[in-house]
């Protein structure tokens, strides 16, 4: 089992840490499947103290190794500092044991000794085949300067320099980077005191399935882990996790590089845990994923069967918690809305209250990255409601599923079912494309990560870490954020995914993670939409000689003509600024050059001398922001002119400005920022266009040529190679080459 494939701890402390919070559920209980490891079964347990925050159960203690390399993502929960070698120790001890068919438990423990810091336990069940002086010997072999002390009458061994401890207790190996945790452990076990006294964790660990790992979580040590592991900028959350259950229970099988998980949390503590919230709630799909973008850093998802009964229980457990009043003034406080928005509120909501349901809504809130900033966005899908809502609407609806929706959004927009309200910069990747050129859904699909992103449940978390630490957003305290980068580095996408289902014993929480290097990275292209116009000088030929010549705008808005050395000729008033181009014509058909160009929703035709043709400009049907290309498709002088208009849309016409009759328009989700080239073949026409974040083949009518969809995208910077009358070699997103036939639209892979 590689060192690299398994970011097992640390995902889940962070899911604990960061966005666990809303999943609680009750004892997970399976008649008809294979327990854990029985509690009484396991002597190595026995040496644990009562204090543990977190307990792994091994099926195998060579599983162990994966876990605590310098390498590996969990390496922070268990290597204390610099300094500390337990860890490189235990490496090589487990390295050279026999595995022969020895494969005995194991469990690592943390425990917080002191105030920010954890200590690490860590107790092997002695092997058949070894005696303890073997072992002692073995220990000896890798560290030679390894001295004898005792404690409480009983023997233990150190390096205090270097932070490593061990004894022997009972039939148990015993490791520790702190004298004082191996003490207690010590004197623990000779009282007959362990983990094992505390019912919660074996009821707990009893209703566990087998697995390769089992990891319990002891909720009341949340805010010790926050001190040791988390950015301060997280500490808000610190409550929130401590309230989710009394203990947790999460069942790993792992894969190279993956691992997958189910388990259940129990709780003593009543509605004062998120327990009763979504106890009695059935489980649905969720299409969220479909509507947020490839590069999405997390989302989560609430999407209760019956609303009303999880409003109440939420606000049962808020009055739990003595946090009910403080919620109340901020949900309560319609100030956030205009008298129109008071409106459609009451209208939305008339019937609730009156014997009657609320319709069926799922709230999300989702984050990715814009810029430099990661920027957040509520939504909100309503069943059957078709109207667009305001910002503060949606915040207002989807605070009343709790406070982690509290947010001022600027602005929102409808796609498909899914209102998204958030800060105008977020909106502005929905209407410029970015946010819909890929969606997550179909980036994890189409890249086969076992994370799964439309579930049957009632609460779903995801979060990729890549798109996290590409960004710099920082997660852990600074003390392990560097070396977190430097391994994340070695892979583009670490997928997490959490989804919590209801069911008649219980619930149950389904985890799967995968980290991978994919080989469609489509980080690396472009999503900047802003639009360049060109300023000039503009050049063009003399139609009769060839020559060069140049037209562009002063700073007061003057045309100036110039030679080919750009030597001024003459001048001419104009009062607006032309879109980006000059083209010269032959207008008459007479081989005399005239300069075609365009300024808000007008086309305009100067001659050679700086005087206006006669009948010019003329309207277009919108308005103008770069333009014109003119085209000579057949060689006749019958010109087909492209504009590019200011609502992102591509219009043909004549010089004239009379829209051609073949022309069909296109509108892409992404910004075109330059206007397309034109591709012979056959005596057919076709147009490549290239945008923002991909490139298009159209045909004369300006329809896709092909479902340019998923990875069977151009990239925006493809070369375009003709092989036949009908066919190109294209490079698409999967970074490979494809033949496209234009007739079919059909793709072959190029060999």
């Known amino acids: 089992m590689g060192k690299k494939r398994v970011i097992l701890l640390l995902a889940i402390v962070l899911v604990l840490v960061g966005a666990i919070a809303f999943f609680y559920l009750k004892i997970y209980r399976s008649d008809d499947s294979e327990k854990g490891i029985d509690s009484a079964e396991v002597v190595a347990l026995s040496t644990i103290p009562n204090d543990a925050a977190l307990v792994l159960l091994f099926d195998d203690k060579f599983k162990i190794q994966s876990l605590i390399g310098r390498e590996s993502l969990t390496a922070p929960l268990f290597v204390r500092d610099e300094k500390s070698s337990l860890m490189g120790m235990m490496q090589s001890f487990l390295s050279n044991l026999s595995e022969g068919d020895y494969h005995t438990p194991a469990t690592i423990s943390l425990h917080s000794t002191i105030p920010g810091r954890f200590s690490t336990l860590i107790s092997l069940d002695i092997p058949n085949n070894y005696s303890k002086s073997e072992l002692l010997d073995l220990a000896k072999k890798i560290k030679s300067n390894i001295k004898k002390d005792s404690y409480s009458g009983k023997d233990f061994y150190s390096l205090p320099k270097q932070d490593i401890y061990f004894t022997f207790i009972e039939d148990v190996m015993v490791f520790s980077d702190s004298k004082v945790l191996l003490e207690s452990s010590i004197r623990h076990s000779a009282q007959d005191v362990s983990i094992l006294g505390n019912e919660l964790f074996v009821s707990s660990l009893q209703e566990s399935k087998s697995g390769d790992m089992i990891l319990m979580f ?34 790993f099988h792992l894969g190279d590089n993956s691992f997958v998980g189910s388990g259940h949390l129990i709780n003593d503590a009543g509605n004062k845990k998120f327990e009763d919230v979504i106890a009695e709630q059935d489980g649905t799909k969720s299409t969220i994923s479909k509507y947020l973008p490839f590069y999405t850093h997390i989302f ?46 009451n209208k939305l909501f008339a019937e609730f209250g009156n014997g009657k349901s609320y319709p069926k809504i799922e709230v999300g809130r989702a984050a990715f990255v814009v810029g430099k900033s990661l920027e957040w966005v509520n939504m909100l899908n309503i069943e059957g409601f078709a109207d667009t809502l305001s910002p503060s609407e949606v915040d207002f609806i989807s605070m009343k599923f709790g406070n982690f929706f509290k947010t001022k959004s600027e602005e929102c927009i409808k796609l498909g079912p899914w209102h998204i309200a958030g800060s105008k910069v977020a909106i502005d990747e929905y209407r410029d494309g970015k946010a819909t050129f890929l969606s997550l859904y179909d980036y994890m699909t189409e890249n086969q990560v076992v994370t799964e992103l439309d579930n049957n449940s009632v609460v779903s978390f995801f979060c990729n870490f890549d798109q996290a630490y590409n960004h710099k957003t920082r997660i852990l305290s600074e003390k392990y954020q560097e070396s977190l980068d430097e391994i994340l580095a070695q892979s583009n996408l670490e997928a997490l995914s959490l989804d919590l289902t209801s069911s008649q014993s219980g619930g149950l929480l389904e985890v799967s993670f995968e980290r991978k290097s994919v080989d469609a990275v489509l980080m690396d292209i472009e999503r900047d939409t802003t639009v360049i116009i060109p300023k000039g000088p503009f050049e063009f030929k003399v139609i009769a000689t060839g020559e060069k010549r140049h037209l ?162 151009v990239r925006p910077d493809s070369e375009i190679e003709v092989i036949s009358s009908n066919e190109v070699v294209l490079s698409l997103f999967d970074k490979k080459n494809w033949i496209l036939n234009l007739d079919s639209g059909i793709f072959t892979e190029f060999e």
């Open 218 to 251: 002891n909720h009341d040590a949340t805010s010790n882990f926050f001190s040791a592991y988390i950015d301060s900028s997280y500490k808000s959350y610190r409550s929130v996790v401590d309230n989710v259950a009394s203990w947790s229970a999460i069942t």
């Open 300 to 345: 989560y998802s609430i999407r209760p069967s019956d609303i009303e009964q999880f409003i109440s229980d939420y606000y049962a457990f808020l009055e739990a918690n003595r946090r009910k009043l403080s919620f109340d003034r901020f949900r309560d406080t319609t100030s956030i809305l205009s008298s129109s928005d008071k409106k459609s509120i």
């Open 552 to 713: 562009y705008q002063t700073p007061n808005l003057f045309l100036r003509f110039s030679d080919e050395n750009k030597k001024p000729i003459w001048s001419a008033p104009f009062s607006t600024n032309i879109c980006g181009a000059v083209e010269g014509i032959d207008y008459y058909k007479n081989n005399r050059t005239q300069m075609l160009f365009a300024s808000g929703d007008k086309l305009y035709l100067l001659d050679m001398t700086g005087r206006f043709v006669s009948g010019f400009p003329k309207s277009v049907e919108k308005e103008i922001l770069i333009g014109p290309k003119v085209y000579d498709p057949f060689d006749d002088k019958n010109y087909r002119v492209m504009l590019l208009y200011k609502d992102n849309s591509l219009g043909l016409c004549d010089v004239n400005g009379l829209a051609d009759p073949n022309w069909g328009g296109f509108k892409p989700k992404e910004k075109i920022k330059r206007l397309p080239e034109i591709l012979k073949l056959d005596n057919k026409i076709y147009w490549v266009l290239r945008t923002s974040i991909q490139t298009y083949i159209l045909d004369y009518s300006g329809q896709p040529v092909a479902q340019f969809e998923g990875y069977k995208r």
